[in-house]
């Protein structure tokens, strides 16, 4: 799955220039064998690599309704911000679910996360008098379901 | 048809680098400007790399404007992490 993610990816940024084939074979095996040193007995195989897609999904729409927050709180002459930071538990074990739930929720409208620690997210909220807490350990349970294979179930 | 519909997002695109322009210049401090610069900004991009890619007409760079935005938005967040970190140990050290 990694070497043919990354062949994906050569194909797209050399634009399917065959001309650089004997490049691709290099740059792919290299950037696999770097990958899987890195991500040690984490193999993604194809369903749960269609999960973590459809968590990613989700990505541009956030981005939008995040946008268009930022943009009307922004614009308005009443500057409606209520900045604050919160900590934000999440019940994930894994560090590299943990910082992948991090930018997933900074993608998220009105929080952006400022540090991952153990047992959760230090996040700051432009509204500190929404809750995000439900929203967030969606966020990590739908990640950690997608990468490990479902142990909330 | 297509020229008007790429205007159209490249248009909404510079509107929405300007109102994260605006964030930046009127948000009251660092941690509240890092959601001008990651939210707002990023949908500027975002928009202004689909107005590009409908110009183009093209799927393999479309495909490659969406890699270029996904690299801008793990770029952002990474920085946004490491200066928001850095603000917090200042202030809480």
Redesign the interface.
Known sequence: MRVLGFAC?W???T??DVSSAFLAVGAVASAAAADALLNRGRGVGPLSALRVIRVLGR??LD??K??????I???RPS?P?R?G?VRVPIDVADPAVRVAT??LT??L??T?????EPGGL?L?L?DRRRDVGAQVAQVAQDLERALRGGRHG | MADFIAAAFILGGC??FL??T??LL????T??R???L???D???L?LVAAGVAVHGGDL??A??LL?VW?AA??A???V??LI??A??ERDEP
């Open positions: 990816l194909i797209v940024l634009e399917g990505v541009p981005s939008v995040a946008g268009i927050d930022v943009a709180r922004a614009l500057l911000i900045p930071l991090a930018y900074t993608v409208p009105g952006v996360c400022v540090a991952v230090r700051h432009i | 509107f929405f109102a994260g605006v964030g009127r948000f009251p401090d941690l509240s890092l959601h001008a990651t939210k707002a990023n949908l500027g975002g393999v760079i495909l490659k890699v996904v938005l793990a952002s967040a990474t946004a992490l928001g970190r603000m917090v």
